[in-house]
C-alpha cells in the first residue's frame, strides 16, 4: 500500500520530500480504512468466480470478441452458445456453439450484467414484464449494474445503488436510534410553563402535520424558515444567550416580549397576517381557520385537520417572507413594510405555482408523441391547484387564474402609494441594539 501512494502521488511532488508527506498522510489513515473492510469484501476480492450453468461470458482472441450463454446439462457437459447483441446490448443467441478447442485457448471473464424490469412507464402492455438483460463488457472493466445492492440490514427503501442518495442512508442509519420516539418540539410546544410561551392546551395532529412537509408548490427551501419555527428552531431575542440584550419586541409600539409565539400573534404583524388570510379566502377559496395561531404555526384550521395544500403552502412562503423582512429590522436597521412583504409572498408564492404548472407541460411535451401518449397527466394533476393557475386540456397551455393575477396586480399598484406616503411606523429598529 505504502508503494501504491507513493506512486500515485501528484506529479510535481516526484523526488522531493513532499512526496513521502503525501505517502505518510495517506498511510495514516490505512489502518482505518482497512479495519472498516467487511470479510465479505475481502472474500469476494479474492475468491476465484468459476462459471455455472446460465452464466454470460465474454470470450477474447487476439483479434475479435464475443459474448457466449454457458449451458450445463444434467450429466455436467457444457455448451456454450454464441451471442450477438443488438444496438441497446441486449443478447440474442445466433444458434452456434463454441468449440472446446476455441474455448482452451481463449481468455474467458464473466460478463457485466446489468438485468433491470420494465417499470410501468416503459411499457403500455398489461402483460407481465420480462427482466431485460444487458451486456457491458468484462466484470473487471465495466461498472456493475445498480440494481440489486442492498445495505448489510435489509432496508426496502434501498434495492439499488441509485437509492443511495442521503436522505436514505440518513433514513437507514438514524432509523434504529429513533424508532419509537417522537420529536422534541412536540413536547415542547406542549409544555405548560406558561413563561415559556408554548400552546399546552393545544392538541396538534402530528401525524398530518409531519406527512404534510413539502408541497409541489413549496419545496424544503422555500419552507425553510416555517419548517424551524416548526421545530423550535426560529431566532426570536429571548433566546439570546446575552441576557444583557434586549428581549422586547422589535416592532415599534409593541412591548411585550419576543418569542416564538409572540412573533404570530403581535399586534403589530396584524396587518400583514390579515393580507395573508384574506388571500387564502378570497382567492383559494379556503373559509377562515379556527385560529389563526395554530393556522401558522401548525397549519391547523379545525380541531383535527389541516387547511388545504394550497393553503398551507402559501402559509409556508407567507412566513418565510415574513421572517426574511423580520429579521432584517435587527440585523440591517430596516423598517419592516407589510405591503413589500406581501408582495414578496404573492411573487415567490407565483413562481412555486407556475413551477408546478411548467412541470406538467413537460410531462405532456415528452409524452405526445410516444408510446406514452395514454399516460399524460390526468385531469387530477391539472385541477390540483385549479384556484391557482388554469392548466389546458389540449395542449397544457397554463395561465394563473384571474383572482391570483388581480391580487398581484393590486398589491403592486398599492406598493407605490404606500412608499410615497412613508414607509411602515411598526417597526423598532432603535430597541435592535447595534447590527
Known amino acids: 500500500m505504502e508503494v501504491y501512494t507513493l506512486t500515485h502521488a501528484p506529479l510535481n511532488t516526484i523526488g522531493t520530500g513532499a512526496q513521502r508527506a503525501f505517502s505518510d498522510k495517506l498511510m495514516a489513515t490505512w489502518p482505518l480504512i482497512r479495519a472498516a473492510i467487511s470479510p465479505e469484501i475481502v472474500h469476494a476480492a479474492t475468491s476465484k468466480d ?3 450453468h446460465g452464466d454470460f461470458l465474454l470470450l477474447e482472441r487476439p483479434n475479435y470478441s464475443y459474448y457466449v450463454l454457458l449451458k450445463t446439462d444434467a450429466h455436467g457437459n457444457k455448451t456454450y452458445h ?7 446490448n441486449s443478447p440474442h443467441d445466433t444458434g452456434d456453439t463454441v468449440s472446446h478447442h476455441i474455448i482452451a485457448r481463449a481468455t474467458i471473464t464473466q460478463a457485466a450484467v446489468w438485468r433491470t424490469i420494465p417499470t410501468d412507464d416503459d411499457d403500455d402492455d398489461a402483460q407481465p414484464k420480462a427482466v431485460d438483460i444487458r451486456l457491458g463488457g468484462s466484470v473487471t472493466q ?13 432496508d426496502d427503501g434501498i434495492t439499488s445503488l441509485t437509492h443511495l442518495n442521503i436522505s436514505n442512508i440518513t433514513k437507514h442509519f438514524t432509523t434504529p436510534h429513533i424508532r419509537g420516539l417522537r420529536p422534541n418540539c412536540e413536547a415542547e410546544w406542549a409544555n405548560p410553563d406558561a413563561n415559556l410561551h408554548r400552546l399546552p392546551h393545544t392538541r396538534v395532529p402530528w401525524d398530518k402535520v409531519w406527512e404534510s412537509l413539502g408541497t409541489p408548490i413549496s419545496d424544503a427551501t422555500e419552507e425553510r424558515h416555517w419548517r424551524k419555527l416548526l421545530h423550535r428552531g426560529t431566532f426570536v ?5 446575552d441576557r444583557s440584550k434586549p428581549t422586547v419586541c422589535r416592532m415599534i409600539g409593541c412591548h411585550k416580549e419576543e418569542s416564538m409565539l409572540h412573533i404570530v400573534q403581535c399586534q403589530k404583524l396584524k396587518p400583514f397576517w390579515d393580507l395573508v388570510f384574506n388571500f387564502i379566502t378570497n382567492v383559494i377559496g379556503d373559509p377562515p381557520p379556527a385560529r389563526r395561531t395554530e ?4 397549519n391547523m384550521w379545525t380541531r383535527d385537520d389541516l387547511g388545504s395544500e394550497s393553503a398551507c403552502a402559501f402559509l409556508r412562503h407567507a412566513f418565510g417572507c415574513f421572517y426574511n423582512a423580520f429579521s432584517k429590522v435587527d440585523l440591517e436597521l430596516k423598517l419592516f413594510s ?11 408564492f407565483r413562481s412555486a405555482v407556475l413551477r408546478f404548472a411548467q412541470t406538467i407541460r413537460i410531462l405532456y411535451l415528452q409524452r405526445r408523441y410516444t ?6 397527466p390526468p385531469q387530477e394533476s391539472r385541477d390540483r391547484f385549479k384556484s391557482l393557475v388554469v392548466i389546458q386540456e389540449t395542449f397544457y397551455d397554463f395561465k394563473l387564474t384571474a383572482a391570483f393575477t388581480q391580487a ?13 406616503q412613508g414607509q411602515d411606523a411598526n417597526a423598532n429598529p432603535g430597541a435592535a441594539g447595534p447590527p
Not at 338 to 348: A, E, G, I, N, R
Open 142 to 154: 465495466t461498472f456493475p449494474s445498480p440494481n440489486g445492492w442492498t445495505t448489510h440490514t435489509p
Open 82 to 88: 454464441k451471442l450477438w447483441l443488438d444496438a441497446r
Open 338 to 348: 407589510t405591503p413589500l412583504v406581501f408582495l414578496k409572498t404573492l411573487l415567490s
Open 237 to 241: 431575542r429571548n433566546k439570546q444567550s
Open 371 to 376: 408510446t406514452l401518449r395514454l399516460k399524460l
Open 408 to 420: 398581484i396586480s393590486y398589491q403592486e399598484a398599492a406598493l407605490p402609494r404606500h412608499q410615497a
Open 295 to 298: 393556522a401558522i404555526i401548525f
Open 50 to 52: 468459476v462459471p455455472v
